[in-house]
């Protein structure tokens, strides 16, 4: 089982900047994908960045976060972070974190965490 902690959330002023944080713990052999989601409505989840592993790292952002929103891995094993600058009131909604890979023996594993609040305020 693949368990994820975000953290990094909270409150700032349009055109601030935060970082948020994952990371992914269990049987994990490969992490294949690390992506930020975004809740936009109720029932609808937009991606905003996604970094993905293999001999060349390679990202990708939605139009919305493009040139102000930075996805990257970290040193420590299994973690990803979300530098957001320039915020605007736009930005605000629960971030949640997602990762899919493969566990030690084998399988594949899709993960979300647990989201994390941005507020923006204008």
């Known amino acids: 089982q693949v368990q994820l902690v975000e953290s990094g959330g909270g409150s700032v002023e349009s055109g601030g900047s935060l970082r948020l944080s994952c990371a992914a713990s269990?049987?994990?052999?490969?992490?294949?994908?690390m992506d930020w989601y975004r809740q936009v409505s109720e029932d609808q989840r937009e991606l905003v960045a996604s970094?993905?592993?293999?001999?060349?790292?390679?990202?990708n952002y939605s139009d919305s976060v493009r040139g102000r929103f930075t996805i990257s891995r970290g040193n420590v094993p299994n973690t990803a972070y979300l530098q957001m600058t320039s915020l605007a009131p736009e930005d605000a909604a629960v971030y949640y974190c997602?990762?899919?890979?493969?566990?030690?023996?084998?399988?594949?594993?899709?993960?979300w965490g647990q989201g994390t609040q941005v507020t923006v305020s204008p």
């Open positions: 269990g049987s994990i052999r490969d992490i294949h994908a």
């Open positions: 970094i993905f592993s293999g001999g060349k790292i390679k990202t």
């Open positions: 997602h990762v899919t890979g493969r566990m030690f023996d084998f399988m594949d594993f899709e993960a």
